[in-house]
């Protein structure tokens, strides 16, 4: 009985460290998506997805519009910002090479000026890297 205790405990154990694992590697994904932004590098923040037939990024502004931005304009560099970032409160649904992932964003632009989001994004693990392949920003003011 001892033995099949330590074994379950162990599985446990195994799992928690390949999830933090897994998470760990997310976050630096998603850390890399925002600095290759803000720093205006499109090849390496066109690195950080893997465009599918089904992706999209849906975004929200706090005066209530909406709009899809075509996932093919991400490798587009005359989109990107520039600044700073703080990323937080990260919730994660891993399921094998598939996980959505929720996050708070502060942006903040070259003169101190701050954006405010919460973030969903959908990331699969291609050839063992995990890929943004979608994302829900909604704006909001603080």
Request: with cysteine; net charge neutral; hydrophobic share 35%.
């Amino acid at each position: 009985m001892k033995a099949l205790f330590l074994l379950a405990l162990s599985l446990c154990s195994f799992h928690a460290f390949s999830q933090n694992k897994e998470e760990a590697a997310i976050i630096k994904l998603f850390v890399k998506e925002s600095t290759t932004y803000r720093t205006g590098d499109g090849k390496g923040h066109a690195s950080c997805w893997a465009i599918k037939p089904y992706s999209r990024v849906f975004v929200s502004t706090p005066n209530g519009q909406s709009m899809v931005i075509p996932a093919e304009q991400l490798s587009d560099t005359t989109h990107l910002g520039s600044g700073t970032f703080e990323n937080s409160n990260y919730n994660f649904s891993i399921h094998g090479d598939n996980a959505w992932v929720s996050h708070d964003e502060v942006s903040i632009d070259p003169k101190g000026n701050k954006t405010y989001s919460h973030e969903i994004k959908m990331v699969e693990k291609i050839k063992g890297e995990w890929k943004i392949v979608a994302a829900s920003i909604h704006l909001y003011n603080k």
